[in-house]
């Protein structure tokens, strides 16, 4: 949910309880190369060390109860579709009760299930599915923040001396008198347009919020947070959840001094205004302060003493963390004895925005080199970001560009986490009108900023009523794409969006090279095409070459000496193919993609 770097700008089944919807589906008998390995320690241990994971944003998946609302039971019925196309845990942004001021990410309880999504009963029933699927289900666990209408906030607003008053962070006003509030404590900004302080007239102080007003920021200070979020931590992983996206984690601290945070100031010196007519600050007195780092060492500590027995294999903490630079995201790891997360998301790659060779070539080798060895975690999307075709898009090439943006994603070394929708191609699809805005940034924001319904509207299954997401009205408008944009009209057809997906996934899982080998850059000082080279401990190696470019480039991938032979065997190449006679002359069409093991 952190907002500060988004970019304003088969078969078919009947679902128990759908009546005629039909939800697209298939079979999970598949070629034997696709199916997991064999269970073992060692496996289970380091699953997460080349997973393939799985964002879905539930309210758009898939509605099974004519709601208009995708639901915990719709995820269900697509369990299949995802395990063949090679996913290995599905983060599932919240699904817990929430007023839905942000549509999840302001919880009102921690330890339930919204019933717009179902019922426990239904939550419990996809965990032991998706299992039977070998894939794990990921929570969003939201520590920044809850919404104002959790017990803990209604209790702290109640007054001054009540027990919970101390889990949140309340303060007095500038010149308050028994008549006036007085201004608020400093100059800190909400992320979401204005001040970040709610005066509340019946204790008389403010309260901090990052996010919205119905989003109070919770008080990391008081160790009683601490044990509360342990706790539910504990619950989650007894129903058997595979581990954790934690939501704005580098947001849990704010300035002790609360000193103002600093104005920006363009080109010429002057301070501007943001999307929301706003001073422009920065944010550096409420965002990445070192408290974060024990936080998270105490819960992850909590998760590596849970009892593997009631559902082996490593839980995973994956961090929302958008920060400055390389040296900032390796602290995210944690240190020796004090581990934090597996997989802090590698930001500075996906939301570069632009196709600068020299920028991926930094970043990816940054990842590479200057990680202390951990493993990098790259994402490209999410539902808080435009999606690939309006950030990487020209509007005239956008396939070919996303295919080459999936291809860095799944043949680099890592883990991957991709976006629901993604692998068919869905586009944004942002509203054209101020009345049929949801997103209550897009209100705030209108028109500089639209908001994020454009990224957030349902899957596309098939080219039937409202793409097969639901048989009624859905939440938000199902985009005009879908008559060719859709599972089903994808589904088996090799130059498909989808087949290229799978093609990629598989090739990550299950080539050596590109499960576990090392990244090594190539040509570096090529503007044009970025290329790099997969060594794997068996000694194999796979070269991919991206074009970057609208014209056709020709690229020599033999010098330097990393490449211990001149001829390849293409793996995945554009549509079209590419049949290079030697790898000191590849030709890659515009925005080309080629991925070769060398011989």
Known sequence: MHWTKRIAACGLALVAGV?????????????????????????????????????????????????????????????????????????LTPVYPSPQVDFGYDISDYEAIDPQYGTMADFDHLVAEAKKHHIRILMDMVMNHTSDKHKWFLESRSS???????????????????????EPPNNWQSDFGHSAWEWDGKTRQYYYHKFYIQQPDLNWNNPKVHEAFKDIIRFWLNKGVGGFRFDAITTLFEDPEMRDDEILKDKE??????????????????????????????????????????????????????????????????????????????????????????????????????????????????????????????????EAIERMIATILFASRGASLFYYGDEIGMKTTPPTRKEEVKDPVG???????????????????????????TNVTPWLPVPPTYKEVNVQAEENKPESMLEWYRKLIELKKNNPALAHGENVMLDPGNMKVLSWLRKGQD?????????????????????????????????????????????????????????????
């Open 443 to 469: 209100l705030t924001g209108w028109p500089k900023d639209k908001g994020r319904d454009g990224e957030r509207t349902p899957m596309q299954w098939s080219a039937g009523p409202n793409a097969g997401f």
């Open 160 to 182: 001054k001396n009540n027990p919970y008053r101390d889990w949140y962070v309340w303060h007095d006003g500038k010149g308050e008198t028994a008549k006036e509030k007085g």
């Open 269 to 398: 010196g002057k301070s501007y205004l943001n999307a929301y007519g706003d001073t422009a600050l920065n944010d550096t007195m409420t965002n990445n302060l070192p408290g974060v780092h024990p936080v998270m060492q105490e819960m992850r500590a909590v998760a590596d003493q849970f009892n593997p027995s009631v559902f082996p294999g490593t839980r995973v903490f994956i961090g929302e963390t958008y920060l400055p630079n390389i040296a900032e995201l390796a602290k995210q790891y944690g240190e020796p004895g004090k581990p934090e997360f597996q997989l802090p998301m590698d930001t500075q790659i996906g939301f570069i925005n632009k196709l600068d060779v020299e920028t991926f070539r930094t970043r990816l080798n940054d990842a590479e080199t200057k990680l202390d060895g951990n493993i990098p975690l790259l994402v490209f999307d999410n539902h808080d970001n435009p999606r690939l075709d309006l950030r990487y898009g020209d509007g005239v090439h956008n």
């Open 539 to 599: 000694g194999s190696q796979v070269v991919v070459a991206c074009n970057f470019t609208v014209e056709p480039q020709t690229v020599n991938l033999t010098t330097g000496g990393e490449i211990k032979g001149s001829h390849a065997k293409a793996l995945l190449t554009s549509p079209g193919g590419i049949s290079p006679a030697s790898l000191d002359s590849v030709t890659l069409p515009p925005f080309g993609v080629y991925v070769g093991e060398v011989q």
């Open 19 to 91: 009546g005629t919807l039909a939800v697209y589906g298939e079979s999970s008998s598949h070629d034997a190369a696709q199916q997991p390995p064999a269970a073992s320690s060692s496996n289970l241990e380091n699953w997460w060390k080349n997973a393939v994971i799985y964002e879905i944003y539930p309210r758009s998946f898939q509605d099974t109860n004519s709601d208009g609302i995708g639901d915990l039971k719709g995820i269900t019925a697509h369990l299949d579709y995802l395990e063949r196309l090679g996913v290995d845990a599905i983060w």
